[in-house]
């Protein structure tokens, strides 16, 4: 039982911190696709609310409202967590299986199509949203997050990395 426990706990650590080396085990081929899976479904149910969010959009001009743009933004602070949580984990769902696909075959490929859906998404939401109430500006750290994080690790890593081999000569 320990042996599992410990098992897992390695497998959770490496998915984590994804620190591998060429005579290091890397995750165990079921346990990518497991996530590989979990990561798909979370980026279609974000895109999917991202696109209809809930409450619909309205239907035509009246009032204080516009046609086309969603009924949910008329509650302007639950919208935006709305907005910066569903958004937070559409890109940390597309981050994490570039990162399972990576140095795959058709790695291109996945990647096109995932700028293409990233632009989609950034598009519908942004056409859905009104003009003077949606704060952009934190939607689109959120949708940064996972890249800036990805890329100050590796960054970091790699200095560290580096700072190491000049010590040993």
Not at 12 to 17: A, D, L, S, T, V
Not at 47 to 54: K, S, V, W
Request: charged fraction near 20%; proline fraction near 3%.
């Amino acid at each position: 039982m320990t042996d599992i426990i410990s098992r897992i706990g390695k497998c959770i650590k490496q998915w984590f911190i994804q620190d591998f080396d060429q005579n290091s085990d890397e995750l165990d081929a079921s346990f990518k696709n497991n996530m590989l899976v979990v990561a798909t479904l979370i980026v279609a149910v974000t895109f999917q609310t991202g696109i209809n969010p809930p409450g619909g959009a309205w239907q035509e001009t009246k009032d204080e409202h516009e046609a086309g743009k969603a009924i949910f933004a008329s509650r302007k602070i639950p919208f935006h967590i709305f907005l910066i949580l569903n958004t937070l984990a559409f890109s940390m769902s597309t981050q994490i299986i570039l990162s399972l696909v990576y140095h795959r075959k058709l790695y291109f490929e996945v990647v096109v199509a995932t700028v293409s859906m990233v632009a989609t998404y950034d598009t519908a939401v942004w056409s859905l949203s009104p003009e003077k109430d949606v704060k952009f500006r934190y939607v689109c750290l959120a949708a940064l997050f996972p890249y800036l994080w990805r890329l100050s690790y590796q960054t970091f890593k790699t200095f560290k990395c580096s700072s190491r081999q000049s010590s040993t000569k």
